[in-house]
């Protein structure tokens, strides 16, 4: 009979003495980029180059922004991290190989105004919108999603100078921004790829 293999998960301190016990990340830093090539994933890898996170491993995680979480700049975010580290990202992409396409992508985040509760990060993607309008929606939907968690009621077909009036008065949310980048189609159909990101750090 075949010996079966038993693995004890009572003990934590996985290989090498790692703790397998998933961090909650206590920074995060917002970038973006474009890049373009004849060839669409080396689009997408000069994208992340510009956006300076093309040299880790790269990890998609739903849109929680933690509890007490600190935003630092591009600059101090990498300083704390390494080549070929895994990260978590929150990252939204578009790419075209039509000529003088308009693409765009927006991540949007929503910060409550209790430090201890978490708060909401949005990936927004589109074909034919401007810069502010694909960041109006990023933001828009990262304050929607805080606000219904948060028991704020409105009007979800009200244009958001009135749900952010609402928000407002309500004072569950401290703060609301946005990373937006968009570019044109290359003119001879080379991918143009757009990436914005939220990058989250232990």
Known sequence: ???????????????????LEMYV?????????????????TSFELALRDA??????????????PPNCQEVSVEEGLAELKPGQIVHVVISECATAE???????????????????FGYLSEHHAY??????????????AAEMLATIMGVEFNPNSSW??????????????????VTQTAVGHKNG????????????P
Do not use: C
């Open 25 to 41: 990340p206590s920074k995060v830093f917002f970038t973006k980029g474009v890049g373009v090539h004849r060839e669409k994933l």
């Open 99 to 117: 000529p003088n396409r308009l693409v765009a992508s927006s991540v949007g985040v929503a910060i409550p105004r209790d430090s201890n509760h």
């Open 128 to 141: 034919g919108q401007t810069a502010k309008t694909a960041a109006d929606y990023a933001e828009d939907l």
């Open 52 to 65: 300076k996170i093309a040299f880790f491993n790269l990890v998609r995680v739903s849109s929680i922004f």
């Open 190 to 201: 080379l991918w143009t790829t757009v990436v914005a990101a939220a990058i989250l750090i």
């Open 1 to 19: 009979m075949a010996s079966r293999l038993r693995v004890d998960f009572s003990d934590h301190s996985g290989v090498g003495g790692s703790n």
């Open 161 to 178: 100078d009135e749900k952010r009036e609402t928000w407002k008065i309500a004072d569950v949310i401290y703060k609301t921004k946005e």
